[in-house]
């Protein structure tokens, strides 16, 4: 039997190799439905209580969206009122006190489980799991030779345009009457276009731009009292990460990357600080808050290590989930030790601008030495699962 040349061999391998590499990616979706018999067994590592007034909030909120609203689930569409449904009875089986095994039991009898695709990496579902918390930063209420670095209520030259999609865009209006691009961060701080509209005055630049990343904190005034800020809205310009743009530099490496990291640089290198924030064109606004704490996308006041922020285009929100990843060890003065597991039932209840696709998840830690530590550090792999209630009607 006549032999072929090895070109053919290589080529046919090629092309396999191709194949398989297509296969892989076109095997890519934004969740995947687990079979019952490959369903983990979910344990977690928080209290009950925080739980349930997690899921009441979650339910509060469902019961006020347009019932006949569908979120997609894979391949399955789900409308508000089933989710609703489908969180009203984790609730009541919450509330009969299950241990944790007859709770696993119960979800697995009861529930569909889909696990979020992951950054597409292929056959991995890997999540990259960070954390964001209530700072607390000194500042005043006027201007003084140590309080130099506003922060700004909302301007009324911020005009929000709808168009006939449904698509908003943030802007300003032109000389012509035009809408156009709101002004940039780099605008804003170097030309005081919004003087007058200025809410509270900082000690730190870089605590300005921290407050305007976690987008919502606390300022502790001269007199010891402390006020609450909230996210109030944006200028609608794209979210850049002077992290990136460190690492892109070469001054830094990924895995090194971290907001103390960078604080740190940014002292030994002022003459950097405007340009790397400047970095990140897009810009928050703040209003006066309360004393309940920081509000998600959801309007729902966040529950520390329950609520979590996702990209709702691409993974279900108005339900409940599950996270698995690791979280750190501190000692009292805020120093990591180690790392432990993490295995939280979440919700989801934000979103934010850096949260993009289905392999991101950003989880609510609360205020304090902890929330600060754990939210500065973590860019740790993880899972994250969703869950909603069997025998929806069509499906």
Request: aromatic share 10%; hydrophobic share 35%.
């Amino acid at each position: 039997m006549s032999r072929l040349p090895l070109r053919y061999y290589l080529a046919a391998l090629l092309l396999l190799g191709i194949s398989i590499y297509l296969l892989q990616e076109e095997s890519y979706k934004p969740l995947h439905l687990i079979e019952t018999n490959n369903v983990p067994f979910f344990i977690d590592d928080m209290d009950r209580d925080s739980l349930i007034n997690c899921a009441e909030k979650q339910l509060h909120f469902l019961t006020v969206q347009k019932q006949s609203r569908k979120v997609d689930f894979g391949q399955l569409e789900i409308p508000y009122s089933w989710l609703q449904l489908s969180l009203s009875e984790l609730l009541k089986f919450l509330k009969s006190n299950p241990d944790i095994v007859e709770l696993n039991r119960f979800l697995k009898d009861n529930y569909l489980v889909f696990q979020a695709g992951g950054r597409e990496k292929r056959g991995k579902r890997q999540m990259l799991v960070t954390g964001y918390y209530e700072p607390l930063f000194a500042g005043s209420l006027v201007p003084t030779p140590s309080h130099r670095y506003p922060i700004y209520k909302l301007p009324p030259s911020l005009i929000q345009e709808t168009n006939s999609h449904g698509t908003k865009r943030m802007g300003r209006l032109s000389k012509e009457g035009t809408l156009v691009n709101y002004w940039s961060r780099s605008e804003i701080e170097t030309e005081n276009i919004l003087a007058g509209h200025e809410l509270a005055y900082l000690t730190d630049p870089f605590d300005a731009y921290l407050l305007h990343i976690q987008g919502s904190g606390k300022i502790l005034l001269p007199d010891g009292t402390t006020r609450s800020v909230r996210f109030a809205g944006s200028n609608g310009l794209q979210y850049n990460s002077i992290g990136k743009l460190l690492v892109d530099e070469k001054i830094m490496m990924l895995e090194d990357v971290n907001i103390p990291v960078i604080r740190k640089y940014l002292e030994h290198h002022p003459n950097e600080l405007q340009r790397v924030l400047h970095h990140n064109p897009r810009f928050i606004f703040f209003s006066w808050g309360d004393n309940l704490g920081p509000r998600g996308s959801s309007g729902e006041v966040l529950t520390p290590g329950r609520s979590i922020a996702i990209d709702a285009m691409s993974l279900p929100g108005g339900t409940f989930a599950y996270l698995q990843s690791r979280k750190p060890v501190i000692n009292k003065q805020g120093i990591i030790t180690g790392w432990a597991p993490l295995g939280h039932f979440v919700f989801p209840q934000d979103a934010g601008s850096a949260i993009k696709g289905s392999g991101r998840v950003d989880l609510f830690w609360g205020n304090g030495l902890y929330a600060k530590t754990a939210a500065n550090t973590m860019k740790e792999a993880g899972t994250l699962y969703f869950l909603v209630k069997k025998g929806y009607p069509g499906n």
